[in-house]
């Protein structure tokens, strides 16, 4: 019989040892085991920390960021966290739970028609109108079952119409209509209706059935757009006439003159049309460019086809094209481009469409194209409310204000004082349409409302990609008028550098657009800014549809013909940190090949741009077929970062580019640097107006450096001497001038020199510094550098005669960026106070100027 093993209790770990290893054991597990204090498992000390952190530790939330106890956090990620994905009950729009109390209040007050008693109802109240609308079949539950066995009965009848699949989707879409009649007192007590334990309403699976039917009957023709759940019956129809064309989907009609493409009118919710009807039908709704011969001068066109067509005509959808063809006929009146402009109206859908496809071909002779854009001119009877973001909205001038008799030009025509307006409460305002200008990467929605009738007219750019410039180029929005543009290409805050010169035997072709032309409604006036947040919400349906696949030319991709570039960002700077920095908020972006920064000016080809998240990770989507370089710029560094490598981006492809490192320029540590390298004058000091030359909606704006006559403010603040910047004693918040412009004089203006003084010790006589000079804007302007010596015939450094952005002018922060490097001997400065002297000499008139981003130091390495 076999004798029971003894054993003995280690005192450290609690196990049961065999006697004859005890001693072992215990110098064994003392050594190499400790107990966790939280579960009391014995672990390896060296793989405690990470016992702690995989099973004990916090977790950080990668949505709100908070650090969340381990044992809650599945319930906190799905029940608590405030940055949580939930879905709008309206709208079903996916969105942050800490901003759906607030969406939903706003979508919830928006209103749909009924068609079945044709009156407009809220969506909040919109179950309770189901149950008692008088013009519905499903008023009481008898009717309801009527229905369903009437469906039940044709399906009978139906031979082969509906396949299986599509009669159950029915049948299934009318089992959830009956049974909610009966559950009316369901709903959450204020008018909302409930949804299923799952989440989805019962509108949801309706719409999604129906458009599985929808597809099941039709094969590859049915739809190609997201439906609208208010589909009226009637489909897209067109209805062509000797001079005119006009699309109609019962929401809106939108006639075209034929063949020219010019839109003269859109009739939408009781308004006959909502374009200006006293103007000329050329000057309603239009395509235009700015063109001139290489060397000659400047030709406005607007762009009127002599070809019409029609492209897709079905219910769901209309496409039609009106084309202007060049041949050598025409040159020197035309711009030698063959332009394709089409128009695309969907069922249900209340707006249209607009994209237009540019060609020139090789054996044609160069061109020069400063301009070309979409503008509508709207009703100045009804129009009178202008938004482009929450905080840059309000009521607008009349054009009539800007009228002789009505203002007062000052110091360039598109600015003007208000003396005499239609509104009193306007008076003494200044109006000027690049007070509205906005950046590329904000500039996605912006518009006008109507209060009576309460109507929303709005333009909406859904990508970037086919826009000149870059995410940072400003454009004209919407002015007084009132008018709205969609600028596709413009050197405005650019200048001569942004004007792309074609040459003869230079084929190119390039899409612009589709944007998207919306309006909308609400039979309440007083509810007619809601109007704004409708739009708001629209904007984000379109960009994230975008790319279209409704789209029917050949020249623009649908999203399987598209590629994906994906990597991560590093920046490596030894005077920061040892370690690489990640490259959050970086700004890292696919464009044609060229020069570092060149993405700017780059006006040919087509850009897609991401902005890097946590640990510098980036994902640009959506990118064209072609050759590209990557480009990047991060906040808080200075400089461009250009990858030496072409990236071929094909149908479908997806590109792992991997970890990419940007080193900053940098030579030496920091001895003092002025601002924030942003690529913008914003921290600076910007003063305020003058109180005669005020725009009240800009008062305590952050962007209140779009108020006019800024410039002027320096002569007023350094009326005889000129700035003088000490480090560490001066703020540049509130000591450094956003702009060094002239100094007006009389009637002349005069150069300005600014100081920047400070203390060095322990110089290297032998060694170079460098100073780092990063400009936001220069306009005709001239930056000399010199040290320690204001009056020296030769200076240290020049730029010479640099930039055309005007941004001074057109109250605009930044330009076209740029990036000088100084090296100062060593022997230039003095052992204690040195003085580094900036001088802007040009000034033969007031606007020519720099806008200074960032100035650094750098002592030897």
Known sequence: MATEEITIVCNHCDRDIPSPNIDLHRVHCARNLEKCKICGDMVPKKHAEEHFLNTHAPVPCSMCKETIERDVFDSHKGEICPKRIVTCEF????????????????????????????????????????????????NNVGSSRYFFLSALVSFRNSGSELNLLAKLSVVVAWI??????????????????????????????????????????????????????????????????????????????VTLSKPGGIITGIKYNGIDNVLEVHNKETNRGYWDLHWNEPGGKGIFDVIS?????????????????????????????????????????LRGSSGVYSYGIYEHLKEWPGFELGETRIAFKLRKDKFHYMAMADDRKRIMPFPDDLCKGRCQTLDYQEASLLTAPCDPLLQGEVDDKYQYSCENKDLRVHGWISFDPPVGFWQITPSNEFRSGGPLKQNLTSHVGPTTLAVFHSTHYAGKTMMPRFECGEPWKKVYGPVFIYLNSTANRDESLYLWDDAKIKMISEVESWPYSFVASEDYPKSAERGRARGRLLIRDRFISNDLISAKGAYVGLAPPGEAGSWQIECKGYQFWAIAVEDGYFSIENVRPGEYILYAWVPGFIGDYRNDTIVSVTSGCKIEMGDIVYEPPRDGPTLWEIGIPDRKASEFFIPDPDHTLVNRALVHHQDRFRQYGLWKRYTDLYPNDDLVYTVGVSDYRRDWFFAQVPRKKGDVHEGTTWQIRFKLENIDQKADYKLRVAIASATLAELQVRVNDAEANRPLFTTGLVGRDNSIARHGIHGVYMLYTVNIPGNRFVQGDNTIFLKQPRCNGPFQGIMYDYLRLEGPP
């Not at 006439?241 to 929401?251: A, L, P």
């Not at 202007?324 to 020197?332: A, C, V």
Request: charged share 25%; net charge positive; hydrophobic share 30%.
């Open 91 to 138: 709208c079903e729009f996916p969105l942050p739970a800490v901003d759906l109390a607030e969406h939903q209040e706003v979508c919830g007050n928006r209103t749909e028609l009924c068609y079945q008693c044709n009156s407009y109802v809220r969506l909040r109240e919109t179950y309770n109108h189901e149950t008692k609308c008088p013009g519905t079949v499903l």
């Open 176 to 253: 959830l209509m009956f049974r909610r009649i009966p559950r009316a007192a369901e709903g959450d007590g204020n008018g909302r209706r409930r949804r299923d334990g799952n989440g989805v309403s019962h509108k949801k699976l309706f719409f999604t059935i129906a458009i599985t039917v929808s597809r099941t009957d039709q094969g590859t023709s049915g739809l190609r757009h997201r439906q609208d759940p208010r589909m009226p019956p009637q489909g897209v129809r067109l209805h062509i006439q000797d001079r005119y064309v006009m699309m109609d989907n019962g929401i809106l009609q």
């Open 305 to 345: 086809g002599v070809t019409f067509r029609v492209i897709v005509d079905t219910e769901e959808q209309v496409e039609i094209s009106f084309v202007r063809t060049w041949d050598p006929s025409l040159e020197g009146k035309y711009i030698p481009l063959n332009i394709d402009k089409r128009f695309i109206m």
